[in-house]
């Protein structure tokens, strides 16, 4: 068991506490925080209940998101390259002294120190050339590969210099709701399911830039 008793957190989200692996340079331990899952619940209309807390567990709902079918067939096929390409690396449960945590690649900087986000770098640096190519790649990466994602959000995203260039990875958001992953078996499904979600992270991005006078949710509206 990792003893994480002396760390405190990188960053944090709702639902998850992300902290360096102490032996293993390079890896992330991503630790629910079981407070909120349990508020969160607590919220939930009572027939959702009945759905059980793994449905709003992100450690569980990530772990199913690197079974879904596109990732499982890429690597059944060789093409584990690809996967990774716009994705932190996966390996699974590890248990620490604050839970089971889910251990993944830490994407880094130049510099050896967590990768910025997306929303960081756009309130920085705006929606330069740069990170435009690195987004048309992205999205291109998700529609190539078939690879389903949740709604596409920069503080979700982090930067990181690939040959020479910066390159978007998906750190958080990975996978689709249940209904959405049986209906991604069919391949014009699939292809406009990416679509929305590519079209919406371009408005989202640009919502980010905009004075957000408006909601994110009241700019869906329009």
């Known amino acids: 068991m990792i003893d994480l008793s002396d760390q405190k957190p990188f960053a944090s989200g709702y639902n998850r506490h992300c902290y360096l692996h102490p032996g293993r340079p390079g ?23 009945l759905l059980g807390k793994s449905r709003i567990n ?18 059944k096929q060789g093409h584990e390259t690809r996967v990774w390409k716009h994705l932190p690396r996966f390996y699974g449960e590890t248990p620490t002294s604050l839970g089971t945590a889910n251990e993944s690649e830490l994407i880094l900087d130049d510099n050896g120190d967590p990768a910025q986000t997306l929303e960081s770098y756009l309130k920085q640096q705006g929606f330069d050339a740069p990170i435009k190519a690195a987004s048309e790649r992205f999205c ?3 529609e190539n590969t078939g690879i389903l994602t949740r709604n596409l959000l920069p503080h979700n ?14 750190v958080d958001g990975l996978g689709a709701p249940g209904a959405q992953n049986k209906l991604a078996a069919i391949p014009a499904w699939r292809k406009r399911y990416i679509a929305r979600r590519t079209q919406r992270f371009y408005k989202r991005i640009a919502w980010e830039l905009s004075d957000r006078k408006q909601t994110w949710e009241a700019s869906q509206q329009l």
């Open 58 to 75: 992100d450690n569980t709902q990530e772990q199913r998101a690197h079974q879904q079918s596109a990732i499982v067939s890429l690597i």
């Open 157 to 170: 995203l982090v930067i990181a210099q690939r040959n020479n260039q910066p390159e978007l990875f998906l």
């Open 140 to 142: 291109e990466w998700l």
């Open 27 to 49: 890896r992330c331990l991503k630790v629910i925080r079981p407070e909120n899952i349990e508020a969160r619940y607590q919220r939930q209309m009572p027939l959702k209940k």
